[in-house]
């Protein structure tokens, strides 16, 4: 009885060795009878990534972090226990990134010509690539703690933003602005009838004128006509006719002058139709000036004042070009 009690003791004990040693063997990452590999990794910054991190290859783990030192020119190495160099890639890289939410971390191998999304990411492992040596380019990704403070910037700018698009744009704003907008529309309305009405003016000069060109055209005809035949007139006793012919012709010639007077007096009378458009113009424009309103505070303070006053700008520059040189936009020709 006592013996088969020391056999069972002692079993026991060696169980419990057993249980202790592999234990141990598990939590060292301890990896018997693989042939193992250590590499470096050089980093501008290692973020989170500690002793001890997994080393990931395609989502499968092939080491862990050794140790982690800083090194020459401001450059962290990281040393890399790899159990499995099956799967690594013919040039690999690493990134450090986080694993979780919990702040976890690992290293990721990945082929250092792989196309990334990140351009820090590629300016990290260019830098340290062009470093030279027998060592792994390496770069981190931002954590989620990072992530999350530079979204709570991001969501606090907007709501300042708000709030002051909110102050600024009150009922009576937006009924200040809604009435500048009318009378920039009422001007604009006033300029397509203006360039209606001119289109109409030019369509009836362009008649007259061809009418008066037909005139000119036959005088011409006829006054070749009459010098064709002066010589051979003077023998026949026909220079009488030909002087009457020439006559007529200089009442025709009167006759298209006079036409391309009344052409002119027209045109001269719709320079009354610009003179109101300009009115209308520096009407709105003095509005806009005294800054009254809201469309005074926008245009006063934002893009938009200074986009709406070029506009106006140019519009009162080519009504003011129109009146001083309007061959410039209304061709006359006789011939």
Do not use: C
Not at 26 to 51: D, M, N, P
């Amino acid at each position: 009885m006592k013996r088969r009690d020391d056999i069972i003791v002692g079993a026991t004990i060696i169980a419990a060795l057993v249980i202790i040693v592999a234990g141990a063997l598990w939590l060292g990452q301890a990896h018997l009878g693989r042939a193992e590999e250590v590499h470096t990794a050089r980093f501008r910054t290692v973020g989170g990534l500690g002793v001890g991190d997994p080393v990931m290859v395609r989502g499968v783990r092939v080491g862990r972090v050794r140790g982690i030192r800083l090194g020459e020119k401001n450059w962290v190495e990281a040393e890399l226990q790899i159990y499995d160099a099956a799967g690594l890639p013919a040039k690999p890289a690493v990134i450090a990134a986080s694993a979780s939410l919990f702040g976890e971390w690992q290293a990721g191998i990945v082929p250092f010509d792989q196309a990334l999304d990140d351009p820090s990411v590629r300016k990290d492992l260019d830098d340290a690539a062009r470093v030279g040596g027998d060592v792994w380019p390496g770069a981190s990704l931002p954590d989620i703690g990072q992530l999350t403070a530079q979204a709570g910037r991001i969501a606090g700018d907007i709501a300042s933003v708000s709030s002051r698009i909110q102050s600024a744009f009150d009922s009576q704003a937006v009924g200040e602005l809604q009435r500048s907008i009318k009378d920039f529309g009422r001007v604009a309305d006033q300029l397509a009838k203006f360039t209606q009405t001119q289109t109409n003016i030019l369509g009836e000069v362009g008649s007259n004128l061809q009418q008066g060109s037909t005139v000119l055209a036959d005088a011409a005809q006829s006054l070749s006509n009459s010098l064709a035949r002066v010589d051979s007139a003077t023998n026949e006793g026909e220079l009488v006719t030909i002087l009457a012919n020439a006559q007529q012709a200089a009442v025709n010639m009167r006759e298209a002058t006079q036409s391309f007077r009344e052409l002119m007096a027209v045109a001269g009378k719709s320079q009354a139709s610009v003179q109101r458009i300009i009115e209308n113009m520096d009407t709105v424009t003095s509005r806009i000036a005294r800054k009254q309103g809201t469309a005074g505070m926008v245009i006063g303070d934002t893009t938009l004042y200074v986009e709406t006053t070029k506009a106006v700008i140019e519009l009162q520059k080519l009504l003011a070009d129109i009146k001083a040189n309007p061959r410039k936009y209304f061709s006359f020709k006789v011939f």
